[in-house]
């Protein structure tokens, strides 16, 4: 077991690095770096900060202060289901705050939050452009359109139902 | 309608709206469907094929396919009618009757949708490509007058006229500001610096709009040939496009665009073999609305945290690098090259006094024809709304219209016959924006959307200053407050005078326009506010502490659509008889109001 987390992190870093190395080491290319390094691992570890400041040679604090400062990036892993509720204008006042209101009676998370399994993140996005749908959901890079509460609780049931092994809390 | 005989081209093409509303609709697999039932298929007369075009601008309807040169456009079609296309259509040149737009008002059905009220008010000038092209083919782009202005400027102009031509034109930046581009780019061609840049603002961050988007993924090729051409009339070596990385396939077909502008030797060294060098650099942006501020943009192009500096000496001075900037939006680019091919004179036609050419909307909400529209300058709100947006969904009442993004305002019924341009909309406490048109109707609680947009601008200020970061966390804790019912009047004085001092005090627009939702909802829609904090009530069923529905016996009819559409089974009723909502149970969302035919669902 302990072999096998060695030879992710060890698989991590060579990928990390990989993508690290196909930009210049210039500060310029920070926010590149970390939006690659963010779509590779779903989150940016500690380790992805330290080696993007090594790789521009800049302090910990400047790369922190990008990582915090900009909302692509994320410090803390992901859930399993990544549901991200589109609260632009068209879906707001089509009722996108009723579906985050449901999605925490359902999962008890707030946008933002993860639930205590991992099995899913909530996420709040500005506007996808698909107004005419409105409101949207995309769950894992799926779009539903013209979501009602009840359609959301079945999308919920049907993530829920992909994986038996881990039940879900309340 | 009876069935038409389709004319008898020499080539057909079907062009599958493949812009972000309609795929997320299904078109993917609608063009898939067509490119397989083509390929190989010799069974037509004339040869025929598949394209995936950017946004036609009617999301509503989508999927869309339009069949050329017959000027067939078919609406809502999925992947399985494909097959009935190719046969009915393509084989047999007869009209697939049910999937033709249909008018919501007349019923009337129309073959193209050029013909539609949707499309007929409008003047296409930014989006003139759009739709009509395959924005990953560069040869599409070239038989569209695509790179004609761009030879026209380096080979027949000097770059003082290139610049004097935008200046005469009167194109105003379609970003939000509406400063005149001219302007921006004679000041930063007069600098002494020979370093100069050229940027393209992509980072729309409005939520609602969407227009920018649709450009840079169906016509990545005008915005490239604006920027080249502004490179030359200012003397600029290296350009940025700086787009959202939400924007996946912007960011897709804009590398795709570049590679094949280069290949083609509008990019790179030498261009048209002139003197002109300039190549294009993509950036992605991080998610952070304030990077649409220009200072702010520049400083996380440089790789900082994007934080807007106070222009006491502008970008076109000391921007990008400490050089001389011009930083453009998006639609702005779009515009440069029909002023350079048509001349300015053609363009400033269009449009008002003070606000020349077209502007695209968002037209989105509770309208109608929710979708993309670009309309001449000066046309009233009410042309836009009702004609081409055919008017609000489900029959409601119209309440407002909010224009400008997060920084704009709302505008009530009355001033509906206002001429939009620039001016016109900061007169009425709102402004042009990037191009949003939310409407809104009698469902939407004008303090819940004050509140919303002064939530989303304070999670998006970035800090640096005190009037902002402090200041809009003040509005919104109030703001909050009276939708919870627990404002007082003095809230609302207070509510006023804190906007003055963002107003005045904030370093950057997002920070001196924050208050604009506040201030517009408080001058237009009062009595809501009034509502709120005296009755406790939330007169549109919004605010969930404030709302409370029934439903009307005397309208009921019994139908039981609430009581299907209700999630939390808290409504009970017999077939034909009056229901009745289990307070206890309700979770106020509203699906019974919204669904209810008769208008039987209230607020109490």
Redesign the interface.
């Known amino acids: 077991m302990i072999m096998a987390v060695n030879s992710q992190q060890i698989a991590d870093r060579q990928a990390m690095e990989k993508i690290i190395n196909r930009y210049p080491p210039?500060?310029?290319?920070?926010?590149?770096i970390?939006?690659d390094l963010q779509k590779h691992l779903n989150y940016l570890p500690k380790e992805a900060l330290k080696m993007t400041a090594d790789h521009?040679n800049a302090p910990m604090t400047v790369i922190f202060?990008?990582a915090t400062?900009?909302?692509?990036?994320s410090l803390v892993p992901k859930g399993r289901v990544v549901l991200k509720a589109c609260?632009?204008?068209?879906c707001?006042?089509?009722?996108s705050n009723?579906l985050i209101?449901?999605i925490y009676?359902c999962l008890g998370i707030k946008p933002g939050e993860t639930t205590a399994d991992g099995d899913f993140s909530l996420e709040t996005?500005?506007?996808?452009?698909?107004?005419?749908?409105?409101p949207?959901l995309v769950a894992n890079g799926k779009?539903y359109?013209k979501v009602?509460?009840?359609a959301l609780?079945k999308i919920i049931n049907e993530y829920r139902g992909q994986d038996n092994d881990s039940n879900t809390s309340e | 309608m009876t069935q038409t005989q389709v004319n008898n081209p020499d080539k057909r093409m079907i062009l599958v709206c493949c812009g972000?509303?309609c795929l997320?609709?299904g078109s993917g697999p609608v063009y898939e469907a067509f490119c397989h039932a083509l390929e190989g298929n010799d069974q037509f007369e004339v040869e025929t094929f598949a394209k995936a075009t950017g946004c036609n601008g009617l999301?509503?309807k989508?999927p869309l396919v339009k069949i050329l040169p017959d000027d067939i456009t078919y609406c809502h079609v999925k992947e399985e009618d494909v097959s009935e296309i190719v046969e009915q259509t393509l084989l047999k040149g007869e009209l697939v009757n049910r999937l033709l737009y249909r008018d919501p008002a007349t019923k009337q059905y129309y073959r193209s949708h050029h013909d539609t009220n949707f499309y007929k008010k409008q003047h296409k000038v930014a989006l003139r490509n759009i739709g009509e092209i395959d924005p990953t083919a560069v040869q599409d782009y070239l038989d569209r007058d695509g790179y004609r202005a761009l030879k026209k400027a380096v080979k027949t102009m000097t770059p003082g006229e290139v610049v004097e031509e935008v200046l005469k034109a009167g194109l105003r930046g379609r970003g939000g500001g509406g400063f005149p581009t001219g302007l921006k780019w004679k000041a930063c061609a007069s600098t002494d610096d020979p370093q100069r840049y050229v940027i393209c603002n992509g980072d729309e961050?409005?939520?609602?709009?969407?227009m920018d988007?649709?450009i840079l993924e169906g016509d990545p090729h005008t915005v490239i040939e604006g920027m080249i051409i502004c490179a030359y009339a200012i003397g600029a070596s290296a350009g940025y496009i700086y787009v959202r990385?939400?924007?996946d396939l912007a960011v897709k077909n804009l590398i795709c665009a570049i590679e094949k502008a280069k290949k083609c030797g509008y990019l790179g060294k030498n261009i048209l073999e002139s003197d002109l060098s300039f190549d294009i650099e993509i950036?992605?942006g991080?998610?952070?609305?304030v990077c649409g501020e220009e200072t702010a943009l520049i400083n996380?192009?440089?790789?900082?945290?994007?934080e807007p500096w106070d222009k006491y000496v502008f970008p076109t001075e000391k921007g990008l690098w400490g050089h001389p900037t011009v930083i453009n939006n998006v639609e702005t680019w779009a515009n440069v090259p029909v002023i350079v091919n048509f001349g300015a004179e053609k363009f400033a036609s269009i449009g008002t006094e003070g606000s020349k050419g077209t502007k695209v909307f968002?037209l989105?909400?509770?309208v109608v024809n929710?979708?993309l529209v670009e309309v001449p300058m000066g046309t009233t709100l009410r042309e836009i709304i009702f004609d081409i947006g055919g008017g609000i969904q489900n029959g409601r009442k119209f309440k407002a219209v909010?224009t400008g993004g997060p920084s704009g305002g709302c505008i009530p019924e009355n001033l509906l016959d206002l001429p939009v341009d620039f001016d016109n909309l900061s007169q009425a406490g709102s402004m042009m924006g990037s191009g949003?048109l939310?409407v809104?109707d009698d469902r939407?609680c004008m303090v819940e959307?004050a509140r919303?947009?002064v939530n989303?601008l304070a999670s998006e200020s970035?800090g640096k200053c005190v009037p902002c970061r402090e200041g809009i966390s003040l509005l919104l804790e109030i703001l909050t407050r009276i939708c919870e019912g627990k404002g007082t009047m003095e809230d609302l004085d207070l509510l006023e005078s804190m906007s003055s001092t963002i107003q005045q005090a904030a370093l950057c627009a997002l920070g001196r326009t924050a208050p604009n939702p506040v201030l517009s909802t408080l001058k237009y829609f009062r009595d809501e506010y009034l509502e709120h904090i005296n009755n406790h009530r939330c007169p549109s069923g919004v605010c969930?502490d404030l709302t409370e529905f029934y439903i009307d016996p005397e309208l009921c009819t019994g139908c039981g659509r609430c009581r299907r559409?209700c999630?939390?089974d808290a409504i009970t009723g017999e077939k034909k008889k009056t229901h009745v909502i289990e307070i206890s149970k309700c979770?106020k969302?509203?699906?019974c109001i919204n669904n209810c035919k008769f208008q039987a669902v209230k607020v109490k």
Request: charged share 20%; hydrophobic share 35%; glycine share 14%.
């Open positions: 210039e500060r310029r290319f920070i926010l590149a970390m939006q521009v202060s990008m400062f900009y909302k692509a990036f609260d632009g204008t068209a707001h006042i089509k009722g009723v209101d449901e009676s996005v500005n506007c996808l452009g698909a107004c005419a749908l409105a949207v779009v359109p009602t509460p009840a609780r | 972000t509303g997320a609709n999301c509503e989508g961050g409005d939520p609602g709009a969407f988007r649709s990385d939400e924007y950036v992605r991080g998610g952070a609305f996380s192009i440089q790789g900082n945290v994007g968002s989105v909400g509770k929710t979708g909010q949003g939310i809104m939407t959307v919303y947009y989303f970035c969930k559409n999630p939390a979770i969302c509203g699906e």
